[in-house]
């Protein structure tokens, strides 16, 4: 629900156990990253979660201050590892957490913990609970009254496939699985309510052609960003939420009419209705800006 959540574009994750946790959190070993998530769930087994935590403990205190570099997020386990998170040295130089497995109860020991401290949140959706029209409803409701500051939520879709018995298939995106029936539904519930969406990872890192056909997808249906499991991604997620001149000088045009009472006018062969498509100008020139291409 917040502008900045257009930032995240490719989000890298990286498990807490990782030799180069604190090189790649700096920002240093993948540059281009706009955006990166330390991991403390399911990337790391429940026999290193202990030596996962050390070593994020250590991280963190080496940490540039919060704004400096990628923006940073820790993806917590469960809530007793949220409050050990939040004593380490240092936490105030991550921007947030994202929270595995949402579901309200969950979300209510997430809120205890963070009232009145300075994060966002990323909510997953990635419990049996997101296949039911009423637990969407009632998830909505309750973040919209939530005291949780939250970015955007998170599609996981490995997880929602694997209550299916299915998993990721290479050069199949997953508009073309059941997860593509759900996604439009997740949007309609939640999108009208203020809240951003981020799209599922693609598996397959190697298999770029497919990635680019399904961020292609992912963009048109309004998601705001993509988990990325490898660099090699992360450039052609970039791309598929870039904007062309022509969408951004329209955008401009539609807000200029809307200050200057001109209700419909035409442009590059389409027609343009201020009232109507105001909301979607509003959402490039803020994806403008979050990429530096905009004013």
Request: with cysteine; aromatic share 6%; charged share 25%.
């Amino acid at each position: 629900m917040c502008e900045s959540a257009y930032q995240l574009r490719a989000s890298m994750y990286v498990p807490c156990d990782h030799p180069k946790l604190t090189a790649t959190l700096k920002g240093e070993r993948f540059p281009g990253i706009r955006s990166l998530v330390a991991c403390t769930e399911d990337a790391v087994s429940l026999a290193r979660l202990d030596y996962a935590l050390e070593q994020l403990a250590d991280t963190l205190r080496r940490m540039p201050e919060r704004g400096e570099g990628p923006r940073r997020f820790i993806r917590c386990r469960r809530p007793d590892v949220l409050e050990q998170i939040l004593d380490m040295e240092g936490i105030e130089r991550v921007d947030g957490f994202v929270l595995p497995k949402a579901e309200i109860s969950r979300l209510c020991e997430y809120e205890a913990l963070l009232t009145g401290l300075d994060f966002q949140v990323m909510p997953i959706l990635e419990t049996c609970g997101v296949f039911d029209p009423g637990w969407r409803a009632e998830m909505r409701d309750h973040l919209s009254g939530s005291s949780l500051r939250v970015l955007a939520l998170r599609i996981g879709g490995n997880d929602l496939l694997r209550l299916l018995g299915m998993r990721r298939t290479r050069g199949i995106t997953i508009y073309e699985t059941p997860l593509g029936v759900l996604i439009p539904q997740l949007m309609l519930e939640f999108r009208p309510s203020g809240f951003h969406l981020t799209a599922p990872v693609y598996d397959y890192f190697e298999d770029l052609e497919t990635l680019a056909r399904e961020v292609m997808q992912d963009a048109a249906y309004g998601l705001v960003g993509k988990t990325a499991i490898h660099p090699m991604q992360a450039p052609v997620i970039e791309k598929g939420w870039a904007l062309s001149a022509e969408d951004v000088e329209v955008a401009r045009q539609i807000l200029e009419g809307r200050d200057n009472q001109a209700a419909v006018f035409a442009s590059n062969g389409a027609m343009h209705e201020v009232l109507v498509h105001d909301e979607w100008a509003e959402a490039v020139l803020q994806r403008a800006r979050s990429a530096g291409s905009g004013q």
